[in-house]
């Protein structure tokens, strides 16, 4: 009788799934583009911070929506989704226009923004509660704002800016509403996570993501990050400047 042993038939190793291959790479690549120093950036207008700020900004977010896909919680990132959308949308909007009303435009912006703030800070004093922000330094700021107009129209509603774009992100905006559906308490969160069945009787569920295997949402950062990178360059920064998140971005 032969004392050796059986040759165990070696097994194919396990194919990763796509979902968690590509959660990596979407971590990786935002970690990479946080990552870069643009503290040399002299500033001269807004139109820069604003490109940038909103870049780093789906960077985060693509992080967060990356964690929640790789541990079975895609649904619940229908919020941090939505905001790369639509940070997706603001910029190609920027970059669609003209150099002067893009200047305009990042002014606007901010304005709305600041306005808003305002509003809150009047609404919590008015009810006798104070809030830990001193608004002096942000109103200070002089901005070129006017109030009224299409730039004005296109930065209240983000309908009006998809409209009014060089190359209108249509399919950008539909995934946008859908994912707003489930960003916010509406009836169709409240139908996805408690269904009925036989049309009478409770159930639980869940929404199910547009992007299961974060496909789109990997070219959703290439789009953001070269059309930021393109904002610089005709804003006049050097190429090296301008296309850094591009290098940081491709390099990982």
């Known amino acids: 009788m032969s004392g050796k042993k059986p040759k165990t038939k070696r097994q194919p190793p396990r194919a990763t799934a796509p979902h ?7 971590q990786r690549t935002a970690r990479a ?51 790369v ?10 970059s669609g226009l003209s150099k002067a009303d893009r200047h305009t435009a990042a002014s606007v912006m901010l304005e709305s923004d600041r306005k808003d703030t305002n509003e809150t800070l009047a609404y919590l004093e008015e009810r006798g509660q104070g809030a830990p922000f001193d608004p002096t330094e942000m109103n200070a700021f002089e901005l070129d704002a006017p109030t009224k107009g299409l730039l004005q129209e296109q930065v209240r509603k983000l309908r009006a800016a998809v409209v009014g774009s060089q190359s209108e992100p249509w399919s950008l905006y539909a995934m946008w509403r859908e994912e707003t559906k489930y960003a916010h308490p509406s ?3 409240a ?14 569920g869940q929404p199910d993501p547009m992007d299961p295997d974060l496909e789109a949402h990997r070219i959703l950062q290439t789009l953001i990050v070269m059309t930021t990178c393109r904002i610089l360059v005709e804003e006049g920064f050097p190429d090296e400047t301008a296309n850094r998140l591009a290098v940081a971005f491709f390099g990982e």
Not at 85 to 94: K, N
Not at 191 to 198: E, N
Request: hydrophobic share 55%; net charge positive; proline share 4%.
């Open 33 to 83: 583009v946080l990552a870069v120093d643009m503290s040399d950036v002299v500033l001269k207008d807004f139109v820069p911070q604003v490109a940038v700020g909103l870049c780093r900004a789906a960077a985060a977010q693509s992080i967060v929506v990356a964690t929640l896909t790789r541990t079975g919680q895609a649904s619940s990132a229908a919020p941090n989704r939505r905001l």
């Open 191 to 204: 139908g996805q996570y408690a269904p009925t069945h036989d049309q009478a009787h409770l159930s639980s």
């Open 85 to 94: 959308l639509e940070a997706a949308i603001r910029l190609i909007w920027l």
């Open 187 to 189: 009836g169709a969160l």
């Open 20 to 26: 968690l291959v590509n959660a990596a790479i979407v």
